[in-house]
């Protein structure tokens, strides 16, 4: 158990350093200033990137997470295209998942690109399965998150959930120029004709700039959940402000 771990509100959990931010950096930082307390779970240390080195981006992860004030940053070092969802690795995530005790959680959608995305999705939903069963031994209180939501990083969805970032776009870029090895550093032959090249941030852009035409914003971050989400007013619902 990661001795920083501490309680919060808001747990994301990304399959490598600056995915949360790509993801969903704006969310962070909305959330951030309305008060809300928020933690991250990098599951690997990015090892295998062809941009920086796992020091530089374990530096780089934790500068980022000063711009939305996060409460705590660790690593479970599952390894670089490796995540999955064996038995250890699913108590290990439920584990800290108990020690943060989140009312969300928030992690990659299951369609992405990268197999460490998808294989992250299911890690998620069966450790926050796992953390909720008071029957199971891990040695911290079981706890019953509120909702799970995941997030894109390589397209654009139809979400269940859209989240206003316009007022905080300049700092939601931050997030992601604070990893400036991944975001800004020049590209190598090697990287895919797409996503190694480098206006990562245009294309964050674009993403959001999509999004928040479904909501009629100018930029916004989508999510889905597998669960129901609860309203108790449709009128003040779609109310514009």
Known sequence: MPEQVEPVDLLAIGAHPDDVEYGMGGTLVRHHHVGHRIGVVDLTRGELGSKGDPQRRADEAH?????????????????????DH??????????????????????????DRHPDHRAAHELVRRAVFAAAL???????????????????????????????????????RETMHRFASQFTA???????????????????TTRARAHGQRIGVRYAEAFVTEQGVPIDDLVELFART
Do not use: K, M, N
């Open 134 to 172: 008071s029957s199971l031994d891990l040695g911290v209180a079981h706890h019953v998150v509120d909702g799970v939501v995941s997030f894109p990083t390589d397209r654009v969805i139809a979400g269940d959930l859209y989240i206003d970032v316009s007022d905080v776009w300049d700092e939601r």
């Open 186 to 204: 020049p590209t190598r032959d090697i990287d895919h004709r797409l996503y190694g090249i480098d206006d990562y941030l245009e294309v964050v």
């Open 86 to 111: 064996a038995p250890d690795r699913v108590r290990r995530l439920a584990a800290v998942i108990r020690a943060a005790r989140p009312r969300v959680v928030a992690s990659h959608q299951v369609a």
């Open 63 to 83: 500068h980022a997470a000063e711009v939305y004030g996060a409460r705590f940053r660790t690593c479970l070092d599952l390894g670089d295209t490796q995540v």
